[in-house]
């Protein structure tokens, strides 16, 4: 309830300064943990300003608030940041391989204050091959026509901390794109015989990862790759992260 | 509005009972504290109560589907279905269907509420036999080759359809049902085939059947050979989310991913389709590997 003063005064009464301190003890009581829900507007008030305004980090593309985490970050914008997956980067293409490599600059960090919901989001583009080398450990590239097995691996990466105190791919994620079933050519005309579309070779995929987080945490959410060809360019891929506090 | 308006005692004024009553009862103004005894930027995240308080996003699930094995060494193949056929669930490796649980009291969605529903799965489509899928009709069509001849060629529409199964019927789970705005592709569309108008695949992905191209392709014409691809290993992807209509609470137990195929393009009446390839159905297979399906419960308002 609201305040209600102990003493009241009475016309030609003595005021004392214990009754006068007794009003202003309990008044000071209220201020400081006595507003109940019942002294507050009824309906509706906090505006936008009374919320202390998220923090915009321009880099990361993130913006941080009371609510949480919202924004990402992708290939385009004034720097096209095209990236590749190559298997000399995770075991040359042998088919006993498991390593993944991250994906340079598909990752963010971010600090956690608290505990949160966390909704990851990536997506990437690419053109995958096409890669017929002949090293033996790796899927057979002959005859033509059967070089789909040389695929490579998307996955989301979650940074330590994040899944039983270690950096983790998350291979139970893993999506993938074959290599293509054709490729360039160096007799005349020199090009591409077929288009990427035509021949398997091109992945246009996207994934989330959604967890609960324990915080506080500081923790790295990317992409990591595991390729099984020569070359493959990421044409485009972007990843961006909503977290809720609440 | 809650402000103190009772002005300083300044020299000469009289100290009587009520001016000195005044001073404390001004405090006492019930329901008006608000905004104009908060300051700008008052709150911040440390004034919130900590841990997930179910106001903004009240509930997150998540689980890996499927067989685990991402360099393929085992996988579930399914074979092409027909019309009236129950669609394929994802198994796990022991050959459980999977299902994201939202627990015995499920997730209650208001009228002010949205669930949105991700996922992801490792499949491959291919098929037994010699270009089957220029059998029956949907999923080829028929181009010059010169000389007077033809040549039969995927239309590039041949494809396995995924969508979104859900149970608001009680936490058993065995009470699956497409979501609103998706249909089992069982409707008879034209002749005895079954399928889905566009407008009601909501919660559909697909992935190609097929990849088949023709060397020397000039003005319309095929005058080289087929070219045909393995479709391989790839991934299929969607999204999906719900906000009640018509002031309704839904209470979600579970949702899960279903598949059939195969599948082509049909226009009938102005409408578009997909429609099952039932000619063919029994050549095309669909490995099934794993992936992950996600739901995000938030309020709107």
């Known amino acids: 309830m609201s305040y209600t003063p102990p003493y009241t005064v009475a016309d030609g009464t003595v005021l004392t300064s214990a009754q006068l301190e007794g009003n202003s003890q309990a008044l000071r009581i209220y201020l400081h943990r006595g507003v109940a829900s019942s002294d507050f507007e009824n309906t509706p008030w906090i505006q936008t300003r009374h ?186 891929w972007g990843i961006a992260l909503e977290a809720y506090y609440f | 509005m809650s402000r103190l308006t009772e002005p300083a005692i300044l020299d000469g004024d009289d100290i009587d009972a009520a001016s000195i009553n005044d001073r404390y009862t001004q405090f006492s103004q019930p329901g008006a504290l608000n905004a104009f005894n908060t300051r700008d930027g008052a709150f911040d995240l440390p004034h919130f109560k900590r841990g997930n308080d179910a106001w903004l996003a009240p509930d997150l699930y998540e689980t890996t589907m499927g067989w685990n094995l991402w360099k393929h060494s085992s996988y579930h193949t399914r074979i092409g279905q027909t019309t009236g056929a129950a669609p394929y669930t994802v198994l796990d490796s022991v050959g459980a269907t999977d299902v994201l649980d939202f627990g015995p009291l499920g997730v209650v969605v208001a009228p002010t509420d949205i669930l949105r529903v991700y996922w992801d799965l490792s499949v491959r489509a291919r098929w037994e036999g010699t270009r089957p899928w220029t059998g029956g009709a949907l999923t080829f069509t028929v181009l010059h080759s010169g000389g007077g001849g033809s040549s039969a060629i995927s239309n590039g529409y041949g494809c396995w359809a995924f969508w979104l199964e859900w149970d608001i019927t009680d936490n058993t789970l065995s009470n699956f049902v497409e979501v609103p705005g998706q249909g089992d592709f069982n409707t008879v569309v034209t002749g005895s085939r079954g399928g889905n108008a566009l407008t009601n695949c909501g919660s559909t992905s697909i992935t190609p059947a097929i990849i088949e191209g023709a060397d020397i392709v000039e003005d319309g014409r095929v005058n080289g050979s087929v070219l045909v691809y393995e479709t391989g290993w790839s991934s299929v992807d969607g999204a999906w989310h719900y906000i009640p209509t018509g002031g309704t609470t839904t209470t979600v137990y579970g949702v899960r991913v279903v598949y059939s195929g195969p599948f082509g393009a049909h226009n009938g009446g102005g409408v578009n389709y997909l429609v099952r390839n039932d000619a063919v159905a029994d050549d095309a297979r669909l490995d099934q590997q794993a992936g992950q399906i996600s739901a995000l419960h938030m309020r709107l308002g």
Not at chain 1, 135 to 145: C, E, H, I, T, V
Not at chain 1, 162 to 181: D, I, K, L, M, P
Request: with cysteine; charged share 15%.
């Open chain 1, 51 to 236: 919320v202390q305004a998220p923090v915009y980090e321009p880099y990361s593309g993130m913006q941080h608030g009371v609510t949480g985490y919202q924004g990402g970050n992708w290939a385009g914008g004034t720097n096209i940041r095209l990236q590749f997956a190559t298997k000399f980067l995770s075991g040359n293409g042998r088919t006993t391989s498991t390593e993944f490599h991250p994906a340079p600059q598909t990752a963010i960090e971010l600090a956690f204050r608290q505990d949160a919901k966390v909704l990851f989001h990536y997506w990437w583009e690419l053109e995958n091959g096409r890669d017929v080398s002949t090293a033996s450990y790796q899927a057979p590239a002959s005859p033509a026509g059967t070089t789909a097995g040389r695929r490579v691996y998307v996955v989301p990466y979650t940074g330590a901390g994040f899944n039983s105190g270690t950096a983790y791919n998350n291979r139970s994620r893993c999506q993938e794109t074959r290599n293509a079933g054709d490729g360039v050519t160096i007799g005349y005309p020199i090009g591409t015989r077929r288009p990427y579309v035509m021949t398997g070779g091109y992945g246009a995929k996207q994934g989330t990862f959604a967890r609960d987080v324990t915080g506080p945490l500081v923790t790295t959410f990317g992409l990591s790759i595991h390729s099984l060809t020569d070359r493959c360019g990421v044409v485009n």
